[in-house]
């Protein structure tokens, strides 16, 4: 039955390294809504690692069904079935949540979507409120590799967003700090955001 779940070997090879981080940066959550869910790969587990909390799925419906099917396949006592969320149409619950985490998005949301996406978590997170945000990123104006900067090419002549500077997401969340920039396998980056 998993052959036929979605499946991102992306989302195998970075959940170790990225567990690693949230273990440190979601020690003191409670509740964390995930953006973009995708798959479930993330979620279950990272909720089945992070037991203390309690991991809110979310997606665009489109993805609900292959989600609720990989909860059932892995079911995980502190896991939520998918809440429908698409940044543009949905209101943003932010505010329900201590920690947000979105892995893999800014880069396909068009810009107004996560321009909108980083101020809501700025006005919204509560204080000392966690956002966890993986993916490739634009740092000082430069992408870090050459196959980074293709992808990026790839992604907005098919109508993508594409990738984000970090300067450009730290000015539509003037109310959230970097705390720091995490450095991951495959040229890929975790910003730690906390609410002031
Ligand atoms: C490349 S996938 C990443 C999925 C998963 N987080 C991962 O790391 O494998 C991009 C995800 O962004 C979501 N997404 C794209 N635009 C979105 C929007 N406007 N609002 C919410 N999610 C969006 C897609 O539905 C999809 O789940």
């Not at 893999?104 to 996560?114: F, G, R, S, V």
């Not at 870090?144 to 997401?169: C, K, M, P, W």
Request: charged share 20%.
């Amino acid at each position: 039955m998993t052959n036929e779940l979605p499946y991102s070997q992306s989302c195998e090879n970075n959940k170790d390294p990225i567990l690693a981080i949230l273990k440190q940066t979601f020690a003191a959550s409670n509740n964390v809504l995930e953006v973009g869910s995708g798959t479930g790969q993330h979620a279950v587990h990272f909720a089945s690692n992070l037991p203390h909390l309690v991991w809110q799925t979310s997606d665009q419906l489109d993805y609900h069904d292959g989600l609720r099917q990989r909860l059932a396949a892995f079911p995980t006592d502190n896991v939520l079935p998918p809440i429908a969320l698409k940044v543009g149409e949905s209101s943003l619950p932010f505010a329900r949540f201590d920690s947000v985490f979105s892995a893999n998005t800014a880069h396909i949301m068009q810009q107004a979507e996560i321009a909108q996406m980083m101020k809501a978590l700025s006005d919204d997170l509560p204080a000392d409120g966690c956002f966890c945000q993986y993916g490739p990123f634009i740092e000082n104006g430069e992408f870090n590799s050459q196959g980074n900067a293709d992808f990026h090419e790839y992604l907005v002549t098919n109508g993508y967003g594409g990738y984000r500077d970090i300067d450009e997401l730290k000015s539509w969340a003037p109310n959230l700090s970097l705390i720091e920039i995490h450095r991951m396998p495959a040229n890929n980056l975790l910003l730690e955001w906390r609410k002031k």
